[in-house]
Structures are given as C-alpha cells and as structure tokens.
C-alpha cells in the first residue's frame, strides 16, 4: 500500500516514525532499539513493524526521506537571487544531516539492490549539480569543483562532525566557503 493510500491517522504514525527514527539516529546511531523509536514515536511495535517491516526498511526509508528533503532544498537554492551563497547553505545542511547518517550503507549502485534509495541519491546529486551549475555560471563558485566533489565534501564534514567538536567542523566549514567561492564574475 503507497503511502498516499494510507488513512489521515496511519500516515500521521508513518511521518512520526521516521521523524523520530532520524532523531534518535543521530542521537545513538544506527544500532538503535526499534522498541525505542516505536516508544519515541508514541506508537506501538506493531504500527512499527506494519509500516517498516525491518530494521533496514525503516532506515533506508528515512535516509530515503532526508535525500529528498535535501533535494527540494537544492532545488529551492536554484531560485535564489545568490546561488553561490544558496549552494553553501545546502551544503552546510547536508553536511549537518549527514552526521546522523555516516553509519548507513549508502546506495551501491548495483542492480537490484536499494533502488528507491538509489533513486533518491541520483536524484539529490542531480540537483546539488544544477545548484552548482548556476553557481558557477554566475561567477560565484570556482569553475574547477564538481557535484562529486562537492558531495565527497559534505560527507566528510559529515563524517567529521560526528568525530569532533563543533567549533572545528565550524571551522572547516568557513575554510571550505573560502576555497569554492570566487571574487565574482
């Protein structure tokens, strides 16, 4: 059953399930108690298990949702009178959410495996490369940086993140700025 066939109340414990399973991922990591994110959730184990029918179903269905929340934010940058400045913010954010996440296994490309998953990364990097595109176009990123590059990028941050202090990752993200942006046209 898609989720745009689900009851009013049933989509609420769906949304809420994959809130809190991304909050308390990034409290405790990946190997958290589903019993703890159905409690979290003020839901029953049972609403957990009719939704997200394994561990890796709810994970991969939540890192799913992230991708295309951070998707719709690089598209929303596309918008913006300042791409370079709007391609930064994404980044920061990316870098931010991706913390939580650095313990997932990522999409392998492989065929068959994860393709919903799959789906949504391409989709992201699609987007992140559009932003930075415009960016570049309008003389306010280097010309020599790419989406891969810039997503290798936001997941180190992200990786870095979770290993030290936030002043330092504060810190490397202001050196980053530096470095990708231009003087202008």
Known sequence: MGEAALRADARRNRERLLTVTRQVVAEEGANVSLRDIARRAE??????????PTREALLD??????????TAEAD???????????LLAWLERFSARSRAWCALPMPTGQPGTQPE???ASRAMAESVARLLTRA?????????????????????????SEHTEPDRVTRILAVIHEGLTTDGP
């Open 136 to 160: 570049q176009d309008a003389g306010q990123v280097r010309r020599d940086v790419d989406a891969g590059d810039l997503l290798a990028t936001a997941r180190a941050i992200g990786w870095l």
């Open 76 to 86: 929303e940058g596309l918008l913006a009178d300042s791409p370079g400045e709007a």
């Open 117 to 119: 998953l799959q789906a």
């Open 43 to 52: 839901v029953g184990i049972g609403t957990l298990y009719r939704h997200f």
């Open 61 to 70: 269905a939540a890192l799913r949702d992230g991708l295309e929340s951070l």
